[in-house]
Nanobody, 128 residues
């Protein structure tokens, strides 16, 4: 059974930093795209960042570009996905979700339905 367990998050003042982690129990996730999404209250879940499986190329939503950084570490039997969030703003407040694809993706890699496995979500609250 695949597990994706998130940690990190919490409450931070505007301008501060947080790092989210997502430990995935399937080593093969390192071969494919992994991503972060977020969902603010009353809004739809939106793409934040992704890292591809082959060359490790990254892509960011315009709203977080230059402030957030996605990365990934692989170890025996697991992969850990990270999201370093700097210069946080109140509008970054949301529940953040990690996601993993179980196959090569050919689309934008920014859509929820492209991903096969999801973490449980973790709350990030940025106070002004």
């Amino acid at each position: 059974q695949v597990q994706m367990v998130q940690s990190g998050g919490g409450l931070v003042q505007a301008g501060g930093s947080l790092r989210l982690s997502c430990a995935a129990s399937r080593r093969t996730f390192a071969m494919y795209t992994m991503a972060w999404f977020r969902q603010a209250p009353g809004k739809e879940r939106e793409f934040v960042a992704r890292i591809s499986g082959s060359a490790g190329s990254t892509d960011y939503a315009d709203s977080v570009k230059g402030r957030f950084a996605i990365s990934r570490d692989s170890a025996e039997n697991k992969v850990t996905l990270y999201l370093q969030m700097n210069s946080l703003k109140p509008q970054d407040t949301a529940v953040y979700y990690c996601a993993a694809a179980a196959r090569p993706l050919a689309g934008t890699r920014r859509m929820e339905d492209e991903y096969d496995f999801w973490g449980q979500g973790t709350q990030v609250t940025v106070s002004s």
